[in-house]
């Protein structure tokens, strides 16, 4: 027993380091947590933030609309318009594990066993989400829409969290 209580404290630990925390910074490569641009044109990028393991949807997106802002803003625009998005999800691929303990009596002879398999709980922290906008900038009064932003609001609303 005191060995499938130091298995499941070893897993426990070993899940605590597998979750790496969803910051707003750069990815570190293709598949990192963190942020990514690619300048289509003058005033228009396609943004990818890579969430980490177990990140909340709302998250991932937040900090893609934050990365929009820093850039309109660093490269001296007021507003940006999201012109196209999406959201990809990817599997939970971290290692699992599952225990078992089982008994059982035969009249004067009894038998327990104490079981490890690889399929089990997930000690990978959760699936993963990425979310890709398109962003068109802009100078001057903000257009009206519900896909328009302003930069500086976005900056200060989001920014303070990340």
């Known amino acids: 027993m005191k060995r499938l209580l130091l298995i499941t404290l070893a897993a426990s630990a070993l899940a605590a380091c597998a979750t790496a925390p969803t910051l707003y910074q750069p990815a570190s490569g293709r ?14 990028y396609r943004i990818t933030f890579h969430g980490g393991a177990g990140a909340p949807p709302a998250q991932v997106t937040d900090y893609a609309l934050l990365r929009a802002a820093d850039l309109a803003l660093a490269e001296g625009y007021d507003w940006f318009r999201i012109s196209d998005r999406f959201m990809e999800g990817r599997p939970d ?15 004067r002879r009894s038998g327990v066993g104490v079981g490890v398999s690889t399929g089990g709980v997930s000690l990978g922290g959760g699936p993963s989400v990425a979310t890709t906008i398109e962003v068109v900038m802009g100078r001057g009064e903000r257009p009206r829409g519900a896909d328009v932003y302003d930069a500086r609001a976005v900056r200060a609303n989001i920014g303070p969290r990340a």
């Open 93 to 107: 691929r971290g290692p699992r594990v599952s225990f078992g303990v089982g008994g059982a009596s035969f009249g």
């Open 31 to 44: 598949e990192g947590v963190g942020y990514s641009e690619y300048r289509i044109e003058p005033g228009r």
